[in-house]
Structure formats: structure tokens, C-alpha cells
């Protein structure tokens, strides 16, 4: 009996270490995912009929990247146009969920801009923009020579600013493989200012398993928060590119992503110069994309990161040595990558923070680990001696001197007609004014020659998580600089 009780009482402490670890585990489990997503906006493609509450569409030849097609609306649409055809549309719902876009050949021209196919372009412009959160549309893709489909958003502001001024968000585009991709490959790009057409800011992504594009839907999305975006396929869990404003020429100056964007939809088909190429004889007519979904989402606000006490900097003006410290920032649970800036109040200096993120180094991931740490390395100018061999105090006799010369070779009538017409004034007062360009600092004294004046300042560093929605950063701290 003794020895029953005792096992009984063993199995039970057993099952209560299980409970407690699986309690843990909960625990953890609801850490790791402490970031969530509400839908914001979305179109299922439900029904039958397009919702012009959400998308409007693009008509006719656009004329850009040396393109074949003539775009058209659904089935009925009064700006349908020749060759636009209703009793074989180029964009309908399929009634299963889907949206279909199809690509259809009107002739074997491939001159750019040809009009030799038909396909469709549809928008959110001027019925729904976002900014910030994360946008993700699920497809389908057709492969074939000349094809292009799309997914992307364009700044709401194209009408003012145009492009690529408005800014250019890629979720996914697919080429063929003439063409550096392929049907088991995508890309996502960015496009700004200076950075654009073939200098847009692009990464590749391939399938790991080999699965091609157009034999399964994928999803196809970017986490868009201020100053960074993060490109993902499937899982945004799993970004596989990120690009901030530190990255981009001209840096925040040319970050234009910081505004609101419609999103587009379109199946283009190049022509002869295009980045695809034209298509052939094996391209299909029809070239078919579904779209199971499009959605956007916001993310829940988290709090902020701690970005600890760094140390305080003391370095020589020029100096490469001595001029870092390095920020411990941390957080009680995963609030995904969160973007880093600094900035500094010394004269002719720069600041720049980086880490060890292996996607991006103006970035750190929570979700790597929850105490990442990152460096932040002051740049100052040095200050070289631009001593004027006149103007300085140890050259004031020898100046003197030069003028008493100059007096001596010129008869004195001369001269007194200069200091009457104000240039003897002026080239004593040359000769003999101190030097220009003092420090004008907190240390005073001495010529620094446009260098960092010596001094105490500040560096701020400044986090931006995916949460933000607005300019402000979710967390910052103050890193004393002394410049010798």
C-alpha cells in the first residue's frame, strides 16, 4: 500500500513539473509572437464583381519600359477601348476567390509599345493609400517570354512630385530567366530620387525548394515602418531583404517612403529593349495571374526598446581612434528589427550607428536576440593651422614694415589720394588686422582651421520600431561627446 501511495504521489509530481513546463513554454510562446497584425484593409475578390470602391484601373498604352500592352477595365467598362475586347476581358473575378488578370495577344509585333497585347493595370489611387504596417497580396503567377507581372505601390503624391520623386515600393516582380530571374525567382526593390529604373535598391529571392511561381500561390509582402522597409515571401516572419534610410543615397534627405502609397496590380508583357524581352512563340495567350487576396495590415503598438547608457565619447578632433561607444539596447519580448539613427551637434562632424544584423547594419533584430547591442563611431574634423603671414600676431612688425615700404615707393601725393579713395585704408588694415576664422568654440582662443572646434556636445541616438506610425522615435538617448 506504502509503495503504491509513493508512486502515486511520484506520477503526480511528474505531471505537475509537466504542467509547469508547459505553462513556460506558453509563456515563451506568447513572448516570441509578443508583435501582432490587425487587419486594416482587404479585398478577398469575393463574388463576381470588381469593388470600384477599392480599385480603379489604368486604360490604353502607358509608353513606359518598352511595353506591348494596351491596357483595359473589366467587362463593360466605358473607358474600354480597341483592342479591349468584353467578350474576352482582361481582368474579371473568377467567382472562387480569386482575381484574374490575363495577358492576351492581339499579334506577333514586339515593337515597344506596340499595342499587340491586351492586359490589365488596376489601383487603390485616390480610394485608399497606407502608410506604414504591412502589406501582402497572395498569387499566382504565369511564366513565360516577355511577361511581368506585379505587385508594387507608387507614392499618392505622383501627381505633384511624379516618379520617381513619389517613391516605388516592389513587393514582387518576375521575369523570365533571359532576363536574371526565372520561375523559381522573384524580386523586391525599392525606387527613389536617386535611385531608381536600374539603380533601384533590388534583392532576389528564390524559392528553397525549387517550387516554380506558377504552380502554387505565394504571399508576397514588406513591414513598412518610418525610415525602413523589410521584404518577405510566405512568412513575414522570415524577412529576406531590408533597406532604411541610412541606406539610400543622400540618406534621409532621399527617403521618400515616409507618405502615403496606393498599391497596383498589373500583368505587363515587354517588347523588344524591355527588362524582360519580348515574347515568342511559347509565351501563352492567354498569360494568366490570379490573386487570392490582397490585405493590409497594422501592427500592435509594443513598447519601446531600452537603449541602456551608453558611454560617453572623448576624442581628438580628426582622430580615428577613441571615437565609439557602443549602445546595449534590450527588450522584455521580440518587437522584430527596429531601425537606428544618430546625429551630433559638433560642428564638421558625422555620426554613424551600425550593428552585426546580417540583413542590414543600421538595424538590430529582437528576434535574433533580445539584448542586441550596436556602435556608434563619431567622425570630427581636424583642425590644421591656416596662420596668415600677415594677419597673424607674430608677422604684425613685419607687416609694418612692408607698408613702410610700400609708402617709401610711391610718391606721398599717390598715396594720399589711396587713403582718400579708402584702398590705403584697406590694405592697412590688411596688413596689420588679425587672422580670420578663430575658433569661435566652447574652448576659445586659436585659429582651427575650419575643423571641429574643440568643445562638449552631443550624440542622439534615435530607435524606430515596426510599431511607429509617425516621426517621432520610440525610444532615444544622449551620448556625451568631449572633442579635444
Known amino acids: ?188 526593390t525599392i525606387h527613389g530620387p536617386t535611385y531608381y529604373g536600374a539603380n533601384g535598391l533590388s534583392q532576389k529571392y528564390t524559392f528553397p525548394s525549387g517550387e516554380e511561381v506558377d504552380t502554387a500561390y505565394h504571399a508576397y509582402g514588406a513591414i513598412w515602418s518610418p525610415f525602413m522597409i523589410q521584404f518577405y515571401v510566405d512568412d513575414p516572419t522570415k524577412v529576406f531583404f531590408v533597406r532604411t534610410a541610412s541606406d539610400v543615397p543622400g540618406g534621409t534627405n532621399e527617403w521618400v517612403f515616409n507618405q502615403n502609397f496606393f498599391v497596383l496590380l498589373n500583368l505587363a508583357v515587354g517588347g523588344t529593349g524591355s527588362w524582360p524581352g519580348p515574347p515568342d512563340s511559347t509565351t501563352p495567350s492567354p498569360a494568366t495571374m490570379l490573386v487570392d487576396y490582397v490585405r493590409q495590415y497594422t501592427a500592435s503598438p509594443l513598447s519601446p526598446p531600452s537603449l541602456g547608457t551608453p558611454s560617453s565619447i572623448t576624442v581628438k578632433a580628426g582622430a580615428t581612434t577613441g571615437n565609439t561607444s557602443t549602445v546595449n539596447l534590450s527588450s522584455s519580448s521580440d518587437i522584430g528589427r527596429v531601425y537606428l539613427s544618430c546625429s551630433t551637434n559638433a560642428p564638421k562632424a558625422s555620426c554613424a550607428i551600425t550593428s552585426n544584423d546580417v540583413l542590414d547594419v543600421y538595424t538590430v533584430d529582437f528576434g535574433t536576440s533580445l539584448t542586441p547591442t550596436a556602435t556608434v563611431a563619431i567622425t570630427t574634423t581636424s583642425n590644421t593651422s591656416q596662420a596668415s603671414f600677415l594677419g597673424s600676431s607674430r608677422f604684425g612688425a613685419i607687416g609694418i614694415a612692408a607698408l613702410v615700404v610700400i609708402m617709401l615707393s610711391l610718391r606721398i601725393r599717390t598715396f594720399r589720394r589711396a587713403l582718400q579713395t579708402g584702398l590705403g585704408s584697406i590694405l592697412l588694415a590688411s596688413l596689420i588686422a588679425p587672422s580670420c576664422g578663430g575658433s569661435g568654440g566652447n574652448s576659445g582662443g586659436g585659429n582651427n582651421g575650419g575643423g571641429t572646434t574643440p568643445g562638449n556636445y552631443t550624440i542622439t541616438v534615435k530607435a524606430y520600431a515596426v510599431s511607429n506610425t509617425g516621426a517621432a522615435p520610440d525610444a532615444s538617448v544622449n551620448i556625451p561627446l568631449t572633442v579635444n
Open 1 to 188: 500500500m506504502k509503495r503504491d501511495v509513493s508512486c502515486f504521489l511520484s506520477k503526480c509530481r511528474v505531471l505537475a513539473w509537466r504542467l509547469i513546463l508547459a505553462c513556460i513554454c506558453l509563456l515563451i510562446t506568447d513572448t516570441a509572437l509578443a508583435q501582432t497584425w490587425n487587419l486594416a484593409w482587404s479585398d478577398e475578390f469575393s463574388g463576381t464583381t470588381i469593388d470600384t470602391t477599392k480599385w480603379t484601373f489604368d486604360y490604353g498604352n502607358l509608353n513606359v519600359n518598352n511595353e506591348l500592352e494596351y491596357y483595359c477595365g473589366p467587362a463593360g467598362d466605358a473607358n474600354n477601348q480597341s483592342p479591349c475586347n468584353s467578350n474576352n476581358p482582361n481582368v474579371y473575378l473568377d467567382g472562387n476567390g480569386h482575381l484574374v488578370i490575363q495577358a492576351i495577344r492581339i499579334n506577333s509585333n514586339t515593337a515597344a509599345y506596340s499595342n499587340s497585347w491586351t492586359s490589365a493595370r488596376m489601383k487603390s489611387q485616390n480610394l485608399a493609400s497606407f502608410q506604414y504596417g504591412r502589406m501582402e497580396s497572395s498569387m499566382q503567377l504565369p511564366i513565360g517570354a516577355g511577361l511581368w507581372p506585379a505587385f508594387w505601390a507608387l507614392g499618392a503624391n505622383i501627381g505633384s512630385a511624379g516618379w520617381p520623386q513619389c517613391g516605388e515600393q516592389d513587393y514582387m516582380e518576375n521575369v523570365p530567366a533571359s532576363a536574371g530571374q526565372g520561375p523559381t525567382v522573384i524580386s523586391s
